[in-house]
């Protein structure tokens, strides 16, 4: 029984962690912004509206109904007129209502193309503004890592330098004590003008010589601590500088899920990068039928058509049938075998599309609109072309760019832990390591930004084709 009952309440419980982990990963920020981004949810809302307009265009105009009442009965052979009636419906020309209805259906699917071209250029931003997140994340990363290595450095200058160890923008104590007074040359024995004090007296085995060696050397050591305080100190203003970007940038992604902007968002630990070889060309064919935008000036063209063949019916008559109802009392003096029966009558009506101006003018707007549509799905087919090259290009540079840093990372790696070396063993080459240091930081830099743009350029290129590939993530953590 127990089995029985807690085999359900471990799929709850697993179906709920799958739920809470989709949700909090990509895909699950795609689906958010899916639902609920206010500019993706208008463009759905205007295409809904334009769905109900394909019934009202198809539809009869209202009949009319018209009724009179004689104060005063009108007096006839055939009785006494008390009151009469008409209804009557007109019929557009053959073919009006037909065209209108595609009209309005045509616009409404290109209102959906539109929609879901705004979905995915949604997508894209959001897979974007994801990807800006992850690049701030890794260059803090980075910049901390640096820092930890930055203060190791300055502990082993300090050692070198032979002052005790003190913390970042305070000044390292060389370790002598001042005297309160310098002493006279008389008190000395040491004639007037000479420079030279006790300490610094040449002696036999040119002990005066090494004190000056070593100050000299104590003096340089204290000047590059100062120097990799300087460092830190920068890497500090750019770790706040980083901190309000990244801050800035949760804002922006979180605005596009429309969602609480003090909500954190899970970004992964790292980013495989893509492989150049993985995108292929595609033919323009394949590009133009994949398109929204292509298909969205199709469709208005195609209604743009049908409202052609609406304006020329509208030129022809409509017809009117209707019915007149003539409500008789009988009439006293009247011996007619019609005395006091109603009247019936059928009706025709017919108008008459005199004044063609107004058609003609009609005529040659939607040829003009028409012209603009084609001009229109040229301009997109171009824009396709245009956005598809660039975007192909970008992901051919990014991934030559993520190898070329990985391999500069790899040799500024190996050059920086020589430099260490000797660093520490005799003390030199600490602006040579300072040096390799900013430069490994950079290429680290480039290098995430170099990744991150390829998986931006394939977000883009997969606006127009299928995807091609899904990077691979490692854990997700959720970051401030």
């Given amino acids: 029984m127990k089995i029985k009952i807690l085999v359900p309440l471990l799929g709850m419980l697993f179906t709920t962690c799958m739920a809470f982990s ?10 958010q912004a899916a639902d609920r981004n206010p500019s993706l949810l208008q463009k759905k809302a205007i295409y809904e509206a334009a769905l109900r307009k394909a019934p009202q265009a198809a539809s009869l105009p209202d009949p009319e109904l018209s009724a009179g009442v004689f104060l005063k009965p009108m007096e006839f052979t055939s009785g006494n007129q008390l009151a009469n009636f008409r209804l009557m419906q007109m019929f557009p020309w053959f073919g009006y209502l037909k065209n209108a209805r595609d009209e309005m259906s045509l616009m ?47 502990k082993l200058a300090l050692v070198k330098a032979g002052a005790p160890f003190s913390s970042a923008g305070t000044a390292p104590s060389t370790g002598k004590k001042e005297s309160k007074r310098e002493p006279s040359d008389k008190e000395t024995g040491t004639e007037s003008g000479s420079s030279m004090s006790m300490n610094s007296r040449p002696s036999a085995n040119g002990s005066m010589e090494t004190n000056l060696m070593s100050g000299t050397e104590q003096s340089a050591g204290i000047a590059g601590v100062y120097r990799i305080q300087m460092e830190i100190k920068s890497l500090e203003n750019k770790r706040q500088e980083l901190d309000e970007k990244h801050e800035t940038a949760r804002i922006r992604f979180n605005t596009l899920l429309n969602r609480a902007t003090t909500l954190t968002v899970a970004l992964p630990d790292s980013l495989a990068p893509i492989a150049a070889e993985l995108l292929t060309d595609w033919p323009l064919d394949s590009l133009i039928a994949r398109s929204p935008m292509v298909a969205m000036q199709d469709l208005e063209n195609q209604s743009l058509q049908a409202r052609q063949r609406m304006v020329k019916a509208m030129g022809y008559p409509m017809i009117g049938l209707g019915i007149d109802y003539s409500l008789f009392g009988k009439n006293p003096m009247s011996t007619s075998e019609m005395n006091g029966k109603d009247m019936v009558m ?30 229109g799905r040229q301009a997109a087919i171009q824009e396709l072309v245009v956005e598809y090259a660039e ?24 050059s920086y832990r020589i430099y260490l070396r000797t660093f520490a063993a005799s003390g030199s080459s600490l602006n040579d390591l300072l040096s390799l240091r900013r430069e490994l930081l950079d290429n680290k830099f480039k290098r995430t930004e170099a990744v991150a743009a390829t998986h931006t350029a394939l977000a883009l290129v997969s606006k127009y084709i299928p995807v091609i590939f899904t990077p691979t993530q490692t854990k997700m953590e959720s970051h401030e």
């Fill in 22 to 31: 989709q949700q909090d990963s990509l895909q699950g920020y795609l689906k």
């Fill in 391 to 414: 975007g192909c290009r970008a992901f051919r540079d990014a991934a030559r760019k993520a190898t070329f840093w990985e391999e500069q990372n790899r040799l500024a790696q190996a």
């Fill in 346 to 375: 059928p009706m025709v009506t017919l108008t008459l599309p005199l004044y063609r101006k107004k058609y003609r003018e009609m005529a040659h707007e939607t040829s003009w609109m028409l012209k603009s549509g084609e001009a």
């Fill in 108 to 154: 409404a699917l290109a209102r959906f193309a539109e929609y879901r071209q705004a979905g995915l250029d949604m997508a894209f931003e959001v897979h974007k503004e994801w990807l800006d997140l992850y690049t701030l994340q890794k260059e803090l990363q980075f910049v901390k890592e640096d820092m930890e290595m930055l203060r190791s450095i300055e």
